[in-house]
């Protein structure tokens, strides 16, 4: 479903090389939530950005559905939905006038939209927000917007970024909901987070970045076995205690 194959990229900063992805391989299959995870700087985004189209890789490729980004970008995009924590909303916008803006963008029929919208906002528990202004929603239901937004188009994979940064404890359990009904729709998902106690609640599989390598790859089984850890959060102390592995 989703295919990441050889990935490079190096930045020029002042000179200086970085190698924010270095041959860089994983898949994502349907229905498995996989969890790309990695300190700060480990390439996650630079990644993610390359799946999107936002950004162009040296080498490698990345595949959506059976299409490579950098071939069919239009057939990626419509297959792809992309969910950050930083996501704004058109202020003046309703909820509803946003959702059906964007299905219209992603050319979904309109009558296909109005049922979807409904239905994913029953799913988020945003029925009542339909008709408010998107402007004067808190920062958890205008998240919850987000979530349906993400999936308006009904793409077979979903980017998650930092899904629950800046939430509170229930918007937490939202995204944990959320992530579920995705795996219960048979999704490929990439979640990237930096909690790591989250991740190993939410993931079935888990990608763990140093330096643009993948340096761990498996379920949290094989990472224990792999480790000697039982936990992500001393696999990442070791990991990056030991700089290369
Ligand atoms: N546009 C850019 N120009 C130069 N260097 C960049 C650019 N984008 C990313 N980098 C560098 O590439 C490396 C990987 O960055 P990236 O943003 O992908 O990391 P990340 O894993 O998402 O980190 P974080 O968890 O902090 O968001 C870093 O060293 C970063 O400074």
Redesign the pocket.
């Known amino acids: 479903m989703l295919k990441v194959e050889s990935l490079v990229?190096t930045?020029?900063?002042e000179g200086e090389d970085?190698?924010?992805?270095d041959e860089l391989s994983f898949q994502v299959t349907r229905g498995e939530v996989y969890g790309l995870l990695?300190?700060?700087?480990?390439?996650?985004?630079?990644?993610?950005?390359i799946i999107l189209g936002l950004?162009e890789a040296d080498r490698g490729y990345t595949e959506v559905d059976g299409y490579q980004t950098a071939e069919d970008p239009i057939e990626v995009k419509s297959r792809l939905g992309f969910v950050s924590a930083s996501d704004g909303v058109y202020p003046w916008l309703t909820v509803r006038e946003m959702l059906l803006y964007f299905a219209d963008l992603y050319h979904v029929d309109p009558w296909v939209a109005r049922e979807r919208a409904e239905g994913l906002s029953r799913v988020m528990d945003i029925e009542k927000l339909l008709d408010r202004r998107a402007g004067t929603l808190s920062t958890g239901q205008r998240q919850r917007v987000t979530l349906v937004r993400g999936l308006i188009h009904d793409p077979p994979v979903m980017l998650l970024d930092?899904p629950t940064r800046g939430l509170d404890v229930v918007g937490v359990q939202t995204i944990f909901q959320y992530i579920d009904h995705l795996r219960h729709l048979g999704k490929a998902v990439v979640v990237?987070t930096?909690r790591l106690d989250e991740a190993e609640r939410l993931c079935d599989r888990f990608g763990l970045?140093l330096e643009?390598k993948l340096r761990y790859e498996g379920t949290m089984n094989e990472l224990q076995a792999a480790t000697g850890r039982d936990h992500l959060v001393d696999m990442f102390v070791d990991m990056m205690t030991a700089g290369a592995i």
Not at 18 to 21: I, S
Not at 38 to 49: E, I
């Open positions: 990229k930045f020029s900063v970085v190698h924010a992805v990695g300190p700060n700087g480990a390439g996650k985004t630079t990644t993610l950005r950004l930092e990237c930096h970045l643009g």
